[in-house]
């Protein structure tokens, strides 16, 4: 059975930095892709990292420079650090999996499974 359990989220100011941690059983990350998602309150879901099972790695475009996922594969885990936050980057912040088949796209696929989200907040 799939299960991601995320951690991390908190408050901080804005200026400040956070690691997510998104710990992964039942599969072996490099086998699937995997993803970041944020969702704010009131609004709609929106995709803020997603890394292939080559380790390829592509970002939002609101995020590019600030924020970068990894991939521990001895911990099965999936981080993202998170730098320079503003209060537009409050949130509750999801990982998200799925099998990654040949000719499959990362970026483009629907992801069925997914952690119960970590809150972070930012405050100016």
């Known amino acids: 059975e799939v299960q991601l359990v995320e951690s991390g989220g908190g408050s901080v100011q804005a200026g400040g930095s956070l690691r997510l941690s998104c710990s992964a059983s039942?599969?072996?990350?490099?086998?699937?892709?995997m993803a970041w998602f944020r969702q704010a309150t009131g609004k709609g879901r929106e995709r803020v990292a997603v890394v292939a099972g080559t380790g390829r790695i592509t970002y939002a475009d609101f995020v590019k420079g600030r924020f970068t996922a990894s991939r521990g594969n001895d911990k099965n885990t999936l981080y993202l650090q998170m730098n320079s936050l503003t209060s537009e980057d409050t949130s509750v912040y999801y990982c998200?999996?799925?099998?990654?088949?040949?000719?499959?796209?990362?970026?483009?696929?629907?992801?069925?499974?997914w952690g119960q989200g970590t809150q972070v907040s930012v405050s100016s």
């Open positions: 039942g599969f072996t990350l490099k086998n699937y892709c």
């Open positions: 998200a999996a799925e099998p990654e088949w040949l000719g499959s796209e990362c970026t483009s696929i629907e992801y069925n499974s």
